[in-house]
């Protein structure tokens, strides 16, 4: 049995395509929404858990719709033709109102001007920065003061944004001199200013967001129409022998399109600041999109790549009753029951590793610059990278320890990672380049082996369906954590993300120490190059 990776590299573009779009959808909507539009954390997670609630209705509805397909290109690859046209054109147009609001932000206001003075000014010298900080507040104390004279804002929102803004400010400011710890209280204080001002613009002139959110809702359902086709598509082409290594280079290919994702943050400079112009990185995901969608349809040939997978399947005696699925009885469909006790505690591990990652990847772009001061894009970088080294190694790992002890594995470190983060400071946070590097290794290992083993319980005309379960689980924990995280941040403060994220990663090696199917079959007699047995015809 070779796995033919050039084969699974072609298929594995189309999963390239959905993590890039969603990696710069996670780190540049987040700020967004927080940043131009000034929603508040809990707010901001509802709108992006908006993926998610389409994902979770729509993604076992198109996974379920493509299993029936008979179209001539196959099964899945219309829903990806369409899908991506649709999701690169609306998320392009995404910068429309992004730069609408920033506008608007930059007439009505004097945050972009003082924003760059605190974070943007290479300043050392003391008396300047002391300085900086009195004009700063002045003008965000006049600023509030216009803002009840015309009656934007009611007499006892202003007088809570003095208790909470101004009269803090003017306490650390009156003395000569600022320390360490008051420039940094200074700096969350001016971030609730420009979160509350910013949301005062978006109020009183809403439509904008509303464009905003009606576009970002079209590239989302797109995305949800293509993502089940896209994923479904790698099992319906390999032998399940394979499929741990197949998924290891799918996710390769994601970790690729992340790390293509950042690279484009990065190269324009997007990642360290707020109030930047986003049109450099829609324009090239979108236009990636469309790039990279036609290699995948020149090299990609659906109904080929299926009947191969069924003459390998009868070569090498793997087709039990797969091929019969016509003469299958309602009962030979159903899942015996102790596989249903697996397929729930996998299902419940997902979840809950889902809703400590996803709170990462959501919050990530608002807490590194704002709590550690750094750049957001590095980190995650690093950690895609580590997960492409990763991947392939992890999924011939599978193939000797299996799958469950290799997740068992990377839900410990990934818990570590996460906790550790937490008491880390602006002085240190050159530590979080480490931490994520483990970080991509940890969400590879259980990334690589836990849709196989959702999988390995289907049987070969539902595969979709199954991949239907997979993400409906994943999506509801990504529906739920944005916003719970968020609320928890509003109330305790940006500190608490990463030991929420811990706690639920935690509680998963509980519910995944239990499974007893799903995993695959160990063969001990070969030899470890025996694994890296692949044909790149």
Known sequence: MKLNVKKIFFVGLAFLMISMFWQTYDAIVTKILIDKFGLNQMWSGLVMALDNVLALFLIPVFGALSDKSKHKRGRRTPFIIVGTIIAALAFMTLTYSDNVQKSKIEVES????????????????????????????????????????QGTISFAKYSEYRDDIILPMEDILGDDQI???????????????????????????????????????VALLAMSAFRSPAVALMPDVTIKPLRSKANAIINLMGSLGALIALGSIMLFGLDKFSYVNYTPA?????????????????????PELVAERISKEVKFDLVEE???????????????????VALILILASVTL???????????????????????????????????????????????????????????????????????????????????????????ATINVNSYPMVVELAKGS?????????????????IITPVFSGFLMDQFGREILFPYAATFVAIAFITMFFVKHGDTKIDKKSSLIENFDVDMD
Not at 205 to 211: E, G, H, I, R
């Open 282 to 302: 829609f324009i090239t995901i979108g236009v990636l999109m469309f790039v990279i969608l036609g290699i995948f349809l020149w090299r990609v040939k659906e």
């Open 179 to 217: 320390t360490d710890d008051e420039t940094t209280e200074l700096k969350e204080l001016f971030d609730h200013h420009a979160n509350e001002r910013a949301w005062v613009i978006t109020s009183n002139s809403p439509m904008t967001f509303f464009v905003f959110v009606l576009t970002l809702f």
């Open 462 to 478: 539902n595969v979709g369906k199954y991949t239907g379960y997979y993400y409906t689980f994943s999506m509801a924990a990504q």
């Open 110 to 149: 004097q945050i972009i001007e003082d924003y760059d003075l605190i974070y943007r000014s290479e300043s050392t010298d003391d008396t300047v920065i002391l300085n900086n900080w009195k004009n700063i507040q002045d003008n965000i104390k006049s600023e509030w003061q216009s803002l009840l004279n």
């Open 353 to 443: 590793w889902f809703f400590g990652y996803n709170a990462i990847t959501t919050k990530l772009s608002d807490y590194a610059p704002k709590v550690l001061e750094m750049g957001y894009a590095i980190p995650i970088y690093i950690a895609h990278g580590s997960a492409l080294l990763a991947f392939i190694p992890i999924g011939i790992l599978a193939t000797r320890v299996g799958r469950k002890k290799t997740i068992l594995f990377g839900i410990t470190l990934l818990t570590i990672c996460f906790g550790s983060v937490y008491f880390l400071t602006p002085d240190t946070s050159f530590i979080m380049y480490i931490i994520f590097g483990l970080t991509g290794i940890a969400w």
């Open 322 to 340: 797969e091929e019969n699925e016509d003469e299958w009885t309602e009962e030979e469909a159903n899942l015996s029951k102790s596989k249903k």
